[in-house]
C-alpha cells in the first residue's frame, strides 16, 4: 500500500522556520522525482520545490529561491522541505508528491497545513 506521510506544519510567525517532512512507503522510493507542493485557498497547487532521485538536481518556484531547500534521504524514505524567511504568502497546504520517471505512477500526501502570522 502506497503511503505518503506528511508533518511538521503549523503556525509560525513571519520570518520564522519549519521543516516539513514526508516519509513514504509501498513503493521504490529512491528511483521517484519527489516534489512539494502547496495550494492556499482560492489558487491552484503550485510546484514549490521539486528533487530528482537519480542526478540529485533540484529546482524551485521564484517566489521561495534562497529560502526554501529540499531534500531527501533514500535510506529512511523521506523527503524534507525546510523553511526559511516564511512570509504570510507562503500560507498554503503543503503536498508531498511521488512522481515515477519513465511511468504513468504518481502519488499524494493528505497535505499539512501552513499558517504563517503574527
Known amino acids: 500500500q502506497v503511503q505518503l506521510v506528511e508533518s511538521g506544519g503549523g503556525l509560525v510567525q513571519p520570518g520564522g522556520s519549519l521543516r516539513l517532512s514526508c516519509a513514504a512507503s509501498?513503493?521504490?522510493?529512491?528511483?521517484?522525482?519527489m516534489s512539494w507542493y502547496r495550494q492556499a485557498p482560492g489558487k491552484e497547487r503550485e510546484l514549490v520545490a521539486a528533487?530528482?532521485?537519480?542526478?540529485?538536481?533540484?529546482n524551485y518556484a521564484d517566489s521561495v529561491k534562497g529560502r526554501f531547500t529540499i531534500s531527501r534521504d533514500n535510506a529512511e524514505n523521506t523527503v524534507y522541505l525546510q523553511m526559511n524567511s516564511l512570509k504570510p504568502e507562503d500560507t498554503a497546504v503543503y503536498y508531498c508528491h511521488a512522481n515515477h520517471p519513465l511511468r504513468s505512477l504518481a502519488y499524494w500526501g493528505q497535505g499539512t497545513q501552513v499558517t504563517v502570522s503574527s
Open positions: 528533487f530528482s532521485g537519480g542526478l540529485g538536481s533540484t
Open positions: 509501498g513503493f521504490t522510493f529512491s528511483i521517484y522525482v
